[in-house]
């Protein structure tokens, strides 16, 4: 069943790449039935934050989310958390302890599948040693219905750099697969330079772009930067999704990259979660989905 829509609808085209994407959606699914199939969008949830001045909510706005996504009818095939998972700790015990907590509630998710990759704050104080207890490897590749994901790893290293194995291992895995594959790349932070003076860029991302540049079909997905944002390196779309704790402003917007303060008569503004259809044969089409407080 289709909810009605709770705000007017905006659609785009992202000049080469096809790509098609929607914002301000209710929370129900309304146009997959002609898709593949779809997966959800999760990022930044910064499970440990606290700050009322910024989010009064912080330890309700992990469990809303959950409850929306399972409320998905029909649900999707997965999940991917892009990253920043908890909120950073200088305490390895309470590093180890926030991610016991994410992966206790996350498994309360009634999807069938759930991908995760770790950001900066759950991964660069330690390499990923933490993360990797709970979670597994920091990066991967898995294929659905004929499409090829891959995750990325650029937050492991304090330097933000994906490092020369983890390339060498991209372009292994990209020997696979055929030049017009429908390619599909997680990371948390961009792989372009977005805005490097507030840690919004990956040190060595061009050379991994120049791996992915000969695939004529490839999208890369987001978060680190807790907004919105659409951009195209060459013919590779790249999508920033919404946080869900706090939002920080646009880039370069004011002179440091401070969260935005909570809006009292907006309640979770500025927070959302985005829904990925894709179907053989035309663009993805992506669903912005604002979290809603009750």
């Known amino acids: 069943m289709q909810n009605a829509i709770n705000r007017r609808l905006f659609l785009q085209l992202a000049g080469a790449g096809g790509v098609v994407w929607v914002t301000g959606c209710a929370s129900t699914p309304g146009n997959t039935a002609s898709a593949d199939f779809y997966f959800v969008q999760l990022s930044d949830t910064h499970w440990g934050f606290k700050g009322a ?11 809303k989310t959950i409850a929306a996504v399972n409320a998905l009818n029909p649900p999707p095939d997965f ?12 305490d390895p015990a309470e590093r180890r302890q926030r991610l016991k907590q994410f992966k206790a509630m996350a498994a309360t998710l009634t999807v069938p599948v759930v991908h995760y990759m770790p950001g900066e704050h759950d991964a660069s104080l ?15 590749s898995f294929d659905h219905k004929g499409v090829h994901f891959i995750a990325l790893d650029n937050v492991s290293d304090p330097h933000a750099s994906i490092g020369a194995a983890q390339l060498q291992w991209l372009q292994a895995d990209l020997a696979t697969q055929a030049k017009d594959a429908r390619i599909i790349v997680f990371t948390h932070r961009p792989l372009f330079d977005l805005y490097p003076s507030w840690d919004w860029a990956t040190a060595d991302g061009a050379q991994a772009l120049a791996l992915l540049e000969p695939y004529s079909d490839v999208t890369v997905f987001y978060g680190h930067i807790h907004q919105e944002h659409h951009q195209m390196t060459g013919h590779i779309a790249h999508h920033a999704a919404h946080g869900l704790m706090f939002a920080l402003p646009a880039p370069g917007s004011q002179p440091k990259r401070t969260p935005i303060a909570w809006d009292a008569t907006a309640p979770y503004k500025g927070l959302g979660y985005r829904r990925v259809a894709e179907a053989k044969g035309s663009a993805a089409t992506l669903t912005e989905l604002p979290l ?3």
Request: aromatic share 14%.
């Open 126 to 140: 330690d390499n990923g040693a933490a993360y990797q207890e709970f979670f597994g490897a920091t990066h991967y």
């Open 292 to 294: 809603q407080g009750a």
């Open 53 to 63: 001045a910024i989010n009064p909510d912080s330890a309700g706005t992990f469990p």
């Open 79 to 90: 999940v991917v958390f892009t990253g920043d998972l908890t909120h950073i700790s200088d």
